[in-house]
């Protein structure tokens, strides 16, 4: 298993920084958050591309995803959606990233399916994939499932498992990976205080099933990708993330 640390742990930090704290922690990747504080957007540039492009290869890490914000299922027409997912993935393909979270932002299974199918019909066919993340209206396996299962592009598309989410609307870890096996793009490793309390803590130390998790993942042999997602950007008073990346690199040791 390689460990990738999220840039949504580094809030208004430039990308150098967070290539080093990466580095320093043991990474082998990043999850890149598109926001103009992190210096990686949908309006970045040529230059700028070029430079952060240069930036990471020059680090030797890899590009896991850029963590968009487009929301594939949202109430109302497709076109700006799929403009956003298509602007996403051609920045990814230009950062050399693997591929785009999208979240559902809706319960529109045929919508999101829709648009994710347009999206990849403009870029090409070997170029970056759209995964979807278990989240807001669709925090469980079994949703995000039945969608990439609709869009029906399984080279293309794949499914973010993010530990907190469907467990904390009562989807058990074995639930989960059963739903997200045959689609299961990288996996989002985090720890919180309850099922109702999010408040990020030190792995380990809170209530997310973060062993349960990672001995499905192990037991299935999972030799794909973890990512640190250290919400400090939503919750500054906590921990810096070079101080919880010791403890990723312990879960990804025990459970590759």
Do not use: N
Not at 70 to 77: C, D, F, I, L, V
Not at 122 to 149: I, K, Q, S
Request: charged share 20%; glycine share 10%; net charge negative.
């Amino acid at each position: 298993m390689k460990l990738a640390v999220s840039t949504l742990g580094t809030p208004g930090q430039p990308l150098a920084e967070a290539i080093a704290i990466a580095l320093a922690g043991g990474c082998d990747g990043l999850e890149l958050r598109l926001h103009p504080d992190m210096g990686v957007h949908l309006d970045m540039t040529e230059a700028e591309v070029a430079a952060a492009k240069q930036a990471i290869a020059a680090s030797g890490l890899q590009v896991l995803a850029l963590a968009g914000y487009a929301r594939a299922a949202a109430p109302g027409t497709d076109t700006s959606v799929v403009d956003e997912i298509v602007r996403g993935l051609r920045l990814a393909d230009a950062l050399g990233a693997q591929g785009l979270r999208v979240f559902p932002g809706g319960s529109d299974t045929a919508a999101a399916a829709r648009r994710i199918r347009a999206a990849l019909a403009e870029t090409p066919g070997d170029g970056p994939r759209v995964f979807l993340e278990t989240h807001d209206e669709m925090p469980t396996g079994d949703a995000v499932a039945r969608v990439l299962d609709a869009a029906d592009l399984p080279r293309r598309t794949g499914a973010i498992w993010d530990i907190l989410h469907p467990w904390r609307h009562g989807e058990s870890p074995d639930r989960t990976y059963k739903a997200l096996k045959a689609c299961l793009g990288y996996v989002q490793i985090k720890d919180a205080v309850s099922a109702t309390e999010t408040v990020p803590v030190l792995l380990g130390t809170g209530a997310v099933p973060l062993r349960a998790a990672g001995e499905l993942l192990h037991g299935a042999g999972y030799a794909g990708w973890a990512s640190l997602e250290w919400e400090r950007t939503w919750y500054p008073q906590v921990e810096p993330v070079a101080e919880v990346l010791p403890g990723a690199r312990r879960w990804v040791s025990e459970y590759s």
